[in-house]
């Protein structure tokens, strides 16, 4: 993650929001819920606002399937008690009323993710001027684009694209979720344009979430949607969780990076190293890559600071995750963040962020042979 987007600083002209924007946001609200196949019980809370305060609380599987209708009772028992790693439901209930459950297993056994109604998610949205630019991430070996992390920025009036956190004209805050579906919108469209430019190489985009995003309803489905559109290959996007998504509540965070996992998107733990969570974060996330913190990386040089630079990536190795050195702003450092085992590098030593198009002509710069 970049510190120069600041998504809860953002803010654009309430007049480009539509009027019944805030309703829907009102209900797009979500429970965490976690399946214990040992003891067979079902347990669901309220994340903030209940979603359907009749269901919050603890049961049993039998009890609960009461209050779903027909083919639902059986598709809720046959994904709980299955083997399958990702779960993902849309449940009826007797009242009429739809829900989704979408998580995932646990080496535990036990299953764990988000819940929210289903009619909650709507494609009314705030469509602010809102631009993704995107800076390369580098593979070491070659020194080869590989991927791409988005970026948010806003025009200005002399049309200069700033940091989405200078954005400072009067208006209310990016409500919800709006700008995270902005820019996971916008790199679905990148890739979309990338793969079919470049089809023989496939490169990634990364997309940062905040912690408050994790718990939207929208952002799950939106993610969900894009990775069943068959745009471009399911490994191209990939999520970034910010680690200080955990300091608030670290059981739901799990929950809703195994909501996350269950589209099938690889998940990525950004700025590693930057908060006291990031062992839990490692035994806890089905992540398979870090980010390390861009001031970890710029105090490379320092001998504690190196000692801890080693013991990180020696760990995320024997995890078996890829390791990212972010904000490398001297290609002095390269060789020893490849030889402690950093395998890409992200930062103005190499490129800084372009607009979408301009990604096209870069990467025939870099080499990538066209269509």
């Keep these: 993650?970049?510190?120069?987007?600041?998504?809860?600083?953002?803010?654009?002209?309430?007049?480009?929001?539509?009027?019944?924007?805030?309703?829907?946001?009102?209900?797009?609200?979500?429970?965490?819920?976690?399946?214990?196949?040992?003891?067979?019980?079902?347990?669901?809370?309220?994340?903030?606002?209940?979603?359907?305060?009749?269901?919050?609380?603890?049961?049993?599987?039998?009890?609960?399937?009461?209050?779903?209708?027909?083919?639902?009772?059986?598709?809720?028992?046959?994904?709980?008690?299955?083997?399958?790693?990702?779960?993902?439901?849309?449940l009826l209930m007797a009242d009429g009323r739809r829900f989704r459950m979408v998580g995932a297993r646990g080496e535990d056994g036990e299953a764990r993710g988000l819940l929210f109604l289903a009619d909650a998610v709507d494609d009314v949205r705030a469509r602010p001027a809102i631009e993704a630019v995107f800076q390369p991430i580098i593979r070491i070996a070659d020194e080869k684009p590989v991927g791409f992390e988005a970026l948010a920025r806003w025009r200005d009036d002399d049309n200069k694209l700033r940091p989405v956190g200078e954005f400072s004209i009067s208006g209310h805050p990016f409500t919800g979720s709006d700008l995270a579906i902005e820019m996971l919108r916008q790199t679905g469209d990148g890739l979309c344009e990338w793969s079919s430019a470049f089809p023989a190489h496939p490169v990634h985009a990364q997309?940062?979430?905040?912690?408050?995003?994790?718990?939207?309803?929208?952002?799950?489905?939106?993610?969900?949607?894009?990775?069943?559109?068959?745009?471009?290959?399911?490994?191209?996007?990939?999520?970034?969780?910010?680690?200080?998504?955990?300091?608030?509540?670290?059981?739901?965070?799990?929950?809703?990076?195994a909501a996350l996992s269950a589209s099938g998107v690889t998940l990525i733990l950004d700025d590693f190293g930057s908060g006291h969570s990031s062992l839990a974060w490692l035994a806890a996330i089905p992540a398979s890559a870090i980010k390390l913190d861009p001031q970890l990386t710029q105090m490379a040089g320092s001998?504690?600071?190196?000692?801890?630079?080693?013991?990180?990536?020696?760990?995320?190795?024997?995890?078996?995750?890829?390791?990212?050195?972010?904000?490398?702003?001297?290609?002095?450092?390269?060789?020893?963040?490849?030889?402690?085992?950093?395998?890409?590098?992200?930062?103005?030593?190499?490129?800084?962020?372009?607009?979408?198009?301009?990604?096209?002509?870069?990467?025939?710069?870099?080499?990538?042979?066209?269509?």
């Design 1 to 90: 993650m970049v510190v120069e987007q600041s998504m809860s600083d953002a803010q654009y002209n309430p007049s480009e929001l539509a009027p019944d924007r805030s309703a829907a946001l009102e209900a797009a609200r979500v429970s965490v819920w976690d399946w214990n196949p040992a003891s067979g019980h079902l347990r669901i809370r309220a994340h903030g606002a209940a979603v359907i305060p009749e269901i919050e609380g603890d049961w049993k599987l039998g009890a609960f399937q009461s209050l779903l209708k027909g083919l639902s009772t059986r598709a809720l028992e046959g994904a709980l008690t299955s083997r399958q790693g990702h779960i993902s439901l849309l």
């Design 207 to 257: 997309v940062n979430l905040t912690g408050s995003d994790l718990f939207q309803a929208d952002v799950i489905q939106t993610v969900e949607d894009l990775m069943g559109q068959g745009r471009f290959a399911k490994e191209a996007l990939r999520i970034e969780l910010t680690e200080q998504a955990a300091l608030r509540d670290f059981d739901d965070g799990v929950a809703a990076a």
């Design 303 to 371: 001998p504690r600071v190196d000692t801890v630079l080693k013991g990180v990536c020696k760990l995320a190795r024997e995890l078996g995750m890829s390791i990212t050195a972010e904000g490398v702003e001297d290609k002095s450092k390269v060789a020893f963040l490849q030889n402690i085992g950093c395998d890409y590098v992200q930062g103005y030593a190499y490129a800084r962020p372009m607009t979408r198009s301009d990604v096209i002509s870069y990467l025939k710069n870099e080499g990538f042979e066209p269509a």
